[in-house]
């Protein structure tokens, strides 16, 4: 659809990047009118509660701190490997390979994105995981901050019975993954209390 509105829209374009560039815009804004729009919804809504849920959870995770609802509860809903970064990722990198591709026949372009998408969305969770563990870099968290302030329209702060629900499913993992981290409940909390990982 990006394509094809693009294709209408600037039909005069002759640069293969004007093209392409006109093509990003347009998807990009399509990507953050659907995330503004389903925020809208109820169930999206509360969907997006977990998301930040498991956002705060795996950030305490990662920072050692006990995994109890009241605890948790005070970790940010951004985190770096967030599909929603990913995806934006995916979108703004797209402009320049397709830039690159030029501006065949419509059916070759066409074709193109469905074949590149996936390559392009494999390089960039690569970038993602290895900007994750560099983060604390300035240059770095520079670079990622815009991707990662568009998590904000895919997280919501999350109640203590969504953060129980969160860290149970980490327990899950935890344990399959045959990891040896206690998970203890806050004082007066309905969670169970975890034992390590054999």
Excluded at 12 to 29: D, M, Q, W
Excluded at 42 to 66: C, L, Q, V, W
Excluded at 97 to 120: D, E, K, Q
Aim: hydrophobic letters at 50%.
């Amino acid at each position: 659809m990006p394509l094809l509105l693009a294709h209408t829209i600037g039909r005069e374009l002759r640069g293969s990047f004007e093209a392409s560039l006109l093509e990003g815009v347009i998807r990009i804004a399509l990507f953050i009118a659907y995330l503004i729009l389903m925020g809208r919804l109820p169930d999206i809504r509360r969907t997006f509660m977990y998301h930040g849920a498991e956002h705060k959870t795996i950030n305490a995770f990662e920072s050692g701190a006990p995994l109890e609802p009241r605890t948790v509860q005070r970790y940010s809903t951004i985190h770096p490997r967030c599909g929603t970064t990913l995806l934006l990722f995916v979108l703004v990198i797209a402009i320049f390979v397709f830039a690159a591709i030029g501006t065949p026949p419509l059916p070759i372009r066409v074709l193109s994105r469905i074949v590149c998408v996936p390559l392009i969305a494999s390089v960039c969770y690569e970038w993602i995981r290895f900007a994750a563990k560099h983060i604390e870099q300035p240059l770095m968290r520079a670079f990622m901050t815009p991707a990662m302030a568009l998590q904000r329209l895919t997280t919501r702060e999350p109640t203590l019975e969504q953060l129980e629900v969160s860290i149970a499913a980490l327990r899950s993992v935890i344990m399959a993954e045959g990891l040896e981290v206690e998970v203890v409940p806050a004082k007066g909390e309905l969670l169970p209390t975890f034992q390590t990982a054999s």
